[in-house]
């Protein structure tokens, strides 16, 4: 968001960020909350703030190796107490798409794989199958026998459902097909 008491900082990388998500890590004056407020900061190598603060420094290197956006869950109490509105959620995303157009491989490729696999799975179902979504997130990383005992007590609770509903399924794909027209016509512009 550009505002008044935006402060440029020349990063290329603040840029990059600026024009996938919207957001101006310029805005942020290291007041700390966003990391104060994160429930996964003690597992970051560089807290929320500390990232934020990387990229307007345009240290690219720190960044695209830190583990931090990789092990963000999206919860947004970041977002929700930064007294400059800056959106931390949207910066972790707009980081992590960075990296993947820039061919850098992610730090934790678990977490990538399995969001390419619930992508994948949400796009064809229309919403989560869990069942087809484990077996693909198996195949992507050969780990066959992790969280087995977690899965099995889901299953036998009838948690995971052996068939998908695809109820709405068009309408999700609908928006698959519209997000991918949007980002072709961002990369052409
Ligand atoms: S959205 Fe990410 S950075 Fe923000 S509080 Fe949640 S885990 Fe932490
Ligand atoms: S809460 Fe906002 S202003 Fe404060 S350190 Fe985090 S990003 Fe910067």
Redesign the pocket.
């Known amino acids: 968001m550009e505002s008044a008491h935006t402060v440029a900082s020349g990063s290329k990388l603040a840029e990059a960020v600026l024009s996938e998500s919207g957001q101006n890590v310029n805005?942020?004056?290291?007041?700390?909350?966003?990391?104060a407020g994160c429930p996964i900061s003690y597992e970051m190598d560089y807290k929320?703030?500390q990232l934020?603060h990387a990229i307007r420094l345009g240290m690219d290197d720190l960044v695209f190796n830190s583990k931090t956006m990789w092990l963000c869950s999206a919860c947004e109490p970041?977002t929700t107490?930064?007294?400059?509105e800056?959106d931390?959620a949207r910066v972790m995303d707009a980081v992590k798409i960075t990296a993947m157009r820039r061919r850098i491989k992610p730090t934790i490729p678990e977490v990538a794989s399995f969001n390419k696999a619930a992508l994948s799975n949400i796009k064809t179902c229309g919403r989560m199958f869990e069942i087809a979504m484990i077996v693909a997130l198996k195949l992507r990383t050969f780990d066959f026998f992790k969280d087995m005992g977690l899965g099995m007590k889901m299953f036998m609770k009838g948690k995971l459902k052996l068939m998908p509903s695809f109820t709405g399924a068009w309408k999700t794909r609908k928006i698959f097909r519209r997000v991918k027209s949007i980002e072709k016509r961002n990369q052409t512009a």
């Open positions: 805005l942020c004056y290291q007041c700390g909350k966003c990391a929320p703030s934020i970041c107490r930064c007294p400059q800056v931390i």
